[in-house]
């Protein structure tokens, strides 16, 4: 007898679940119908709100900037330098000459001088020569030499001889040194120039011979 009431309770217990399934299941029908059933879900969850977070990208920093480009200033070619000569301006008060006299005649041409009128050295005839046998080498005589010098003698105005040296050999020495000691004795009469005696040289012939022989 406690069964069976026991199995009953449990019977009833499942109709009533049953049937609140059943009923909920008609609300949620009815409820999506009418959009209810949206209303009561709102209420119970709220909508979820998703915020995007955007990745927040770091900026690049910019290139630098280009280097300024240095710009040369244009070559300037240098004019050529012009020389101008301005003639400076005289301030004078003399006036020029514009008159077209003929210049003066022009001097004569001086005088040709004189032509000088010179004498060579001579001999003088109005004075004694020196004999020339004493000085004739005696040595000559016995070998019979002869033979003629020339000797260059020079004298001073008054026709005095000055100094006398061998220019021509008579081809014996001892001859030659006669010759020059007869020079120095000689008389003689000095050059002249316009007829005024001036000292002066001339060459001197001095022969020796032997007496007998052509």
């Keep these: 007898m406690g069964v069976y009431v026991h199995?009953?309770?449990?019977?009833?217990?499942?109709?009533?679940?049953?049937?609140?399934?059943v009923g909920i299941h008609v609300l949620l029908v009815w409820g999506l119908m009418n959009g209810f059933a949206m209303k009561i879900v709102e209420a119970v969850a709220p909508p979820i709100v998703t915020?995007?977070?955007?990745?927040?990208?770091?900026?690049?920093?910019?290139?630098?900037?280009?280097?300024?480009k240095m710009e040369l200033p244009p070559v300037e070619v240098p004019p050529p330098v012009v020389d101008i000569t301005i003639p400076m301006e005289t301030n004078t008060t003399a006036l020029s000459n514009v008159t077209d006299k003929p210049p003066p005649p022009a001097p004569p041409p001086p005088a040709a001088a004189?032509?000088?009128?010179?004498?060579?050295?001579?001999?003088?005839?109005?004075?004694?020569?020196?004999n020339l046998d004493d000085y004739y080498p005696a040595a000559s005589k016995r070998l019979g030499e002869e033979g003629a010098a020339r000797v260059k003698v020079c004298v001073n105005v008054n026709g005095r001889v000055e100094s006398a040296e061998l220019e021509g050999t008579s081809g014996t020495a001892r001859l030659d040194e006669a010759a020059v000691k007869v020079a120095r004795v000689y008389r003689l009469l000095?050059?002249?120039?316009?007829?005024?005696?001036?000292?002066?040289?001339?060459?001197?012939?001095?022969?020796?011979?032997l007496t007998g022989s052509d």
Excluded: Y
Excluded at 114 to 130: C, K
């Design 7 to 21: 199995e009953s309770n449990w019977a009833s217990k499942r109709g009533l679940v049953f049937i609140g399934v």
């Design 51 to 68: 915020d995007l977070i955007e990745e927040v990208q770091e900026e690049e920093a910019p290139p630098p900037p280009p280097p300024p």
């Design 114 to 130: 004189p032509p000088v009128v010179r004498t060579a050295l001579r001999t003088n005839p109005r004075s004694q020569q020196p």
């Design 190 to 209: 000095p050059p002249t120039e316009n007829g005024k005696p001036v000292a002066g040289c001339g060459t001197l012939p001095i022969r020796f011979k």
